[in-house]
């Protein structure tokens, strides 16, 4: 589904990501770690399509993203559901509004999944905030509220940015089973964060792959992490 081959990314100046080689195999739960700046987000990025790699090959869907069209992207993108950092929610719609946005704007009325807007707002426990403006939620809620959006379209790919990292223990840990959730549904998770304890937890419970970015490169860490 997304496969890189001798890939590298620079901003300016320098490489920030250099000769990536690696495929992510469908069914998984990636964490991609590595220090701040090292290119987290800017690989999830590459992963989404918003960004192409300067030199090298990537793959998304079996597609090369060079020759992607406009229209492909969109495709692809369906295929993805992203949870930003910060949220990025529309601060004057309320949270129920917020989370079918992406049903309004691809023009469907309801998703016809096996979940309804309903069940998916209990699902993450915000069925008592739906009318709740974004400011009046928590941390724990808004990230809630966002992964809950990311899924609305039923996407095989979730992709995460460091979900979190501004909240407590107690709600990461809830955050985290909801990912394990969809993972053990067969959703592909890509997780970017550098928080160990949260990459311990995860892999006490599945089979969580290590995905680190050290010194340029990114590689799949060893069993011992
Ligand atoms: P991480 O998510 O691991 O913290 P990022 O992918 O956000 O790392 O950023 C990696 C490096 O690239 C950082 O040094 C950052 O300053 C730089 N960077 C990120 N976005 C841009 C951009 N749009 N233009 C130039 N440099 C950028
Ligand atoms: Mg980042």
Known sequence: MIEFKGASYSYTGGELLQNMSLKIASG?????????????TTFLKMCYGSLIPNTGELRLFGQDVQTLSRDDIAMVRRKIGLVHQ?????EHLTVRENIALPLSVSGQ????????LKEL??????KGRAGAM???LSGGERQRAALARAIIMSPDIILADEPTGNID????QRLLQLLI???KMGKTILLASHDLSLIRLAKS???????????KRIQLAGADL
Do not use: H
């Not at 009325?109 to 309804?116: A, K, L, T």
């Not at 223990?169 to 990461?172: A, C, D, G, H, N």
């Not at 599945?206 to 680190?212: C, E, G, K, N």
């Open 28 to 40: 998984a739960f990636y964490f991609i770690t590595g220090p701040s700046g090292s290119g987290k």
């Open 86 to 90: 910060d949220c990025q929610f529309l």
């Open 109 to 116: 009325e309801r998703f016809d999944d096996n979940m309804n």
């Open 121 to 126: 707002l209990a699902w993450v426990g915000l």
């Open 134 to 136: 974004p400011a009046e």
């Open 169 to 172: 223990w107690e709600m990461s």
């Open 181 to 183: 959730e969809l993972n």
């Open 205 to 215: 419970q599945i089979q969580a792959r290590v995905l680190r970015i050290t010194n």
